[in-house]
């Protein structure tokens, strides 16, 4: 699916497809945390491979929202692991990739703190 929007910022998605994202004129096809201003590689490739640390991490780039998508289909991690955001009054949303795709570009127009970490291995 491709996107259309007048405005992006410079780490918005532009399209994702099963097993790839795009963001600006660069494809990725591994899993990835994005920002406004960073990309940058990130371990889980599913579900299965999320642990407390992973998330941790994404709660030291100061988002005020993560989102965490879990590929082609949802999947729910164990709510002990997103539970440390949660207790430094960090949002999670947890989403398959179409959604959480749509949802950053939402909220990034918005001007929010928001991060999204992709799973690629679960498409």
């Not at 940058?40 to 941790?56: K, S, V, Y």
């Not at 965490?68 to 398959?96: C, Q």
Request: net charge negative; aromatic share 4%; glycine share 6%.
């Amino acid at each position: 699916m491709r996107f259309a929007l007048d405005s992006f910022a410079i780490n918005s998605i532009r399209a994702y497809s099963d097993g790839e994202i795009t963001i600006t004129d660069k494809t990725i096809s591994q899993s990835v945390v994005i920002t406004h201003d960073s990309i940058q590689p990130w371990e889980p490739r599913c579900i299965d491979e999320l642990t407390a640390a992973h998330i941790n991490l994404l709660g030291e780039l100061d988002p005020e929202t993560v989102i965490i998508g879990t590929g082609k289909e949802l999947s729910f991690p164990p709510p002990a692991l997103t539970a440390g955001l949660l207790t430094r009054g960090i949002g999670v949303e947890i989403m398959a990739h179409d959604a959480a795709c749509r949802t950053f570009n939402v909220l990034l127009a918005e001007d929010r703190r928001v991060v999204v970490a992709l799973m690629m291995g679960q498409i």
